[in-house]
């Protein structure tokens, strides 16, 4: 119910690049989210996929984060964590885009899990160093086995996410993105938060993930928007998009990640009723 209800309050105040002001994000929207062009990575992100959806066999997953609304035990099939866990297919091809369109030379991402979105990452820009955390070994070995089936030049680290993110090595480091979908929980994302911010330049592009999956996260979702270091957000309902560029304004942004034609539809109902002005 919790979902429904941002679901729906989202296609309400939602808007696509019509509404957008700043040219920062129009374009962002129209060369990046919207981009309609068939690249060849997506053979690859589709292979990378179906090999997973194919392995039957099963692990022990050691689960640091909020818990999961789909499994009711640890002993999970390797399939049914990319079908039901796994970043959705169509936001594995937007996460290749992002990377593709800002060309983030340093990547982190918090939750590695089977490594769907670590292939986009990878994908997205090839000579990138990537640095993915995972806290479940055994999950962990699944992804770091497809990382090298598929030769993606990936970092791949198993530890506790607080404990790395508290290493000298991040605090002295820069990351041009962080793909953050480890523990979603309010306290988790905010402790994140406040510990990577040391690592940001004015190019930095931060992502989070599922920040409507709980009240928690979508007030932990409202700390980061308010933040004096943030300048621009942007709420996709699946993502929380946050950069620190010093030339913006600060403001956030509602939008639509496609102009698919339900939601567009929505709009159109909502204007009948003379809901809109």
Known sequence: MHLLKSYLAFLWYSNNSHGVHSPFVFDLLRKCFYDKKEYGAYDTLKKYRNSLLQNKSTIEVTDFGAGSRVFKSNTRAINQIAQNAGISRKDARLLFRIVNYFRPENILEIGTSLGLASSALALGNPKAKITSLEGCPETAKIAQKQFQEFD????????????YLETETVKSGSFDLIYFDGNHSKLATLSYFESLLSTVNNETVWIFDDIHWSSGMEEAWEVIKKHPKVTVTIDT????????????????????????????????IRKLWGLLP
Not at 152 to 163: P, R, Y
Not at 254 to 262: A, E, G, P
């Open 152 to 163: 993606f030049n990936i970092d791949s680290i198993i530890s506790q996410f607080e404990s």
């Open 237 to 268: 309902f699946q993502w929380g998009f946050v950069f620190f560029r010093k030339e913006q304004e600060k403001e956030h942004f509602i939008l639509r990640t496609s102009n698919s034609f339900f939601l567009n539809s929505i709009l159109g």
